[in-house]
Nanobody
Framework: QVQLVESGGGFVQPGGSLRVSCAAS????????VAWFRQAPGKEREFVAA????????YYGDSVKGRFTISRDDGKNTVFLQMNSLKREDTGVYYC???????????????????WGQGTQVTVSS
């Protein structure tokens, strides 16, 4: 079992930056695909960014490319999402997810992930 806990969400003005964290316990994240998804009210869960199972490749949703960066600290078993140049449409609950059987073509598919955190709210507004 893997337990995931997100933190670092908050309120930020458009154009600002924020970093959210996903701390894992129970097992090492090595060998797991780890992803960030987000969900705004009334909308479907949207893929944001991910590490492949090997940890050697990163993937980003089209709406965040060039603005968001996913990174990890294996010593702390933690994955981060640095969000820059934030826009109002980035508002939502940000979830961390992990899965051992996620293949490359399925990385953006939230149904492929076995473990989820409780989410952290990010609000971008002036």
């Amino acid at each position: 079992q893997v337990q995931l806990v997100e933190s670092g969400g908050g309120f930020v003005q458009p154009g600002g930056s924020l970093r959210v964290s996903c701390a894992a316990s129970g097992r090492s994240l090595n060998g797991y695909a780890v992803a960030w998804f987000r969900q705004a009210p009334g909308k479907e869960r949207e893929f944001v960014a991910a590490f492949s199972r090997s940890g050697g490749f990163t993937y980003y949703g089209d709406s965040v490319k060039g603005r968001f960066t996913i990174s990890r600290d294996d010593g702390k078993n933690t994955v981060f999402l640095q969000m820059n140049s934030l826009k109002r449409e980035d508002t939502g609950v940000y979830y961390c997810a992990a899965g051992r059987r996620v293949i490359t073509s399925s990385i953006p598919n939230h149904a492929q992930y076995d473990y989820w955190g409780q989410g952290t709210q990010v609000t971008v507004s002036s």
